[in-house]
Every structure is written in structure tokens, then in C-alpha cells.
């Protein structure tokens, strides 16, 4: 630029200091939009957390120069306006595909996200995207339910572990493990003594040898007496 005026130095002093300090910038081209509608798109885009400002591409073209985006030129074609986003930029390209729908005027044309160059398509998908508290909330749920499976777990370890040595011990123990050693045979009960064999009776029938019957008197002996 030879001979800049200070007016324009200044407005591509502001684009070269938004662009780098942002997180995202949209492009958009709005020809044939209405003062009335490019308000309405102001204010639902700064209740989306972006700032949407008009430029003439010349000045805008020295200010990517600067930051080293030169891919971004080819995006500076027609009627430009850029919506500048600090935070999450779903929520911005959200707002510009609502009101694009009632207002084909719009169109967006690509942009650039933490210093990367989005095409038109990517700029687009930004909207299907679902905002960062809602992803936060899905991944908060997703790691809640490894965590509550973990704590059931870790309940159940004690009672498994019973389970699990009383398995063991009816088993013999754990494969591999050496064998227990064999139990002490338990000591024999001693037999009881043999009662002292009792003396053998006498048959009633049988006469001791030296006992002998007493005789009885013959008759001779009697007759002599008398």
C-alpha cells in the first residue's frame, strides 16, 4: 500500500490483531441483504459469542498477508464480512446456517480455526457439531459408567476372592503350586488288652483223676459186724 491513509492502516491493523487473537473467523459474503436483516444477523451471531464486522477485501487481503494466511485470498471475493469468535465456534456457525435458511443472501465461505483454513463444506459441518457442553456431558456420562462398573467391581472383589480361595482349597490349590504335604497318619487306637483267659471249668461230667467215688460197703463187711 503506498501512501496508505491512516484510516485504512488502522483498519488493517484491527484485522491483522483480530485475526490472530481469535479462535475462529467465519467468512461470510452477504450481498443482497438489508440494513434491517445484517442487524438481525448482528445480534443473533453476538448472542452466539461472535462479533460479525464488514471490511473491503483489499484491506483485508494486506492484513492476511502479514499473518502468513495467504490461502485465505481466494475466499476474499464479492461483499465480505467476518465473524470473529472467542470461545467455541459452533455455536457462531450454528447461527449462521439459521438465519441462512430464511435468508439465502448468505453464504458462508470458508474461515479459519486455530490457524487452520477451513473450506465452505468445513465451515458448514461446523454446525452439526454439538456444542462443548453437550460433548462435555457426554464424555462426563461415558467415563461415569466405566467408573460405576469399576466401583460394582471392586464391591464384589472381596466376596469373589472367598469364592475364589475356597475353590482353591477344595481343589488342591492353584495349578502348579507345589502339593501340600501329606497329614501325619492319626495314631491307632491300641487294642485292648485280652481279658486274663479264665480257668478252665470242669465238665460236670468229667471226674477229677485223683478224686475218686466213695465205695460203698459190700455186703460181707455188714454181715461181719453184725
Do not use: C, H, W
Amino acid at each position: 500500500m503506498e501512501n496508505p491513509r491512516p484510516e485504512k492502516v488502522a483498519v488493517v491493523a484491527e484485522v491483522r490483531e483480530r485475526l490472530s487473537g481469535v479462535d475462529a473467523a467465519l467468512l461470510t459474503e452477504y450481498r443482497g441483504l438489508k440494513v434491517g436483516e445484517l442487524a438481525e444477523l448482528r445480534r443473533s451471531l453476538r448472542a452466539a459469542g461472535g462479533d460479525y464486522k464488514v471490511y473491503k477485501n483489499t484491506l483485508v487481503r494486506f492484513a492476511v498477508r502479514d499473518l502468513g494466511m495467504d490461502e485465505l485470498e481466494e475466499l476474499l471475493t464479492g461483499p465480505t464480512a467476518i465473524a470473529f469468535v472467542e470461545g467455541d465456534a459452533v455455536n457462531v456457525a450454528k447461527a449462521l446456517r439459521d438465519f441462512a435458511r430464511t435468508n439465502p443472501n448468505l453464504v458462508v465461505k470458508g474461515g479459519v480455526l486455530s490457524g487452520k483454513l477451513l473450506s465452505a463444506a468445513e465451515a458448514g459441518a461446523l454446525a452439526d457439531i454439538p456444542p462443548r457442553e453437550v460433548l462435555l456431558a457426554r464424555l462426563a456420562g461415558g467415563l461415569a459408567a466405566p467408573l460405576q462398573q469399576l466401583a460394582g467391581l471392586m464391591a464384589a472383589l472381596p466376596r469373589n476372592l472367598a469364592y475364589g480361595l475356597k475353590a482353591l482349597i477344595d481343589q488342591g490349590g492353584a495349578p502348579g503350586a507345589p502339593a501340600p504335604a501329606p497329614e501325619a497318619p492319626e495314631p491307632e487306637a491300641a487294642e485292648p488288652v485280652a481279658a486274663a483267659a479264665e480257668p478252665e471249668t470242669e465238665s460236670p461230667e468229667t471226674e477229677s483223676p485223683e478224686t475218686e467215688s466213695p465205695e460203698t460197703e459190700s455186703p460181707e463187711t455188714e454181715n461181719k459186724e453184725s
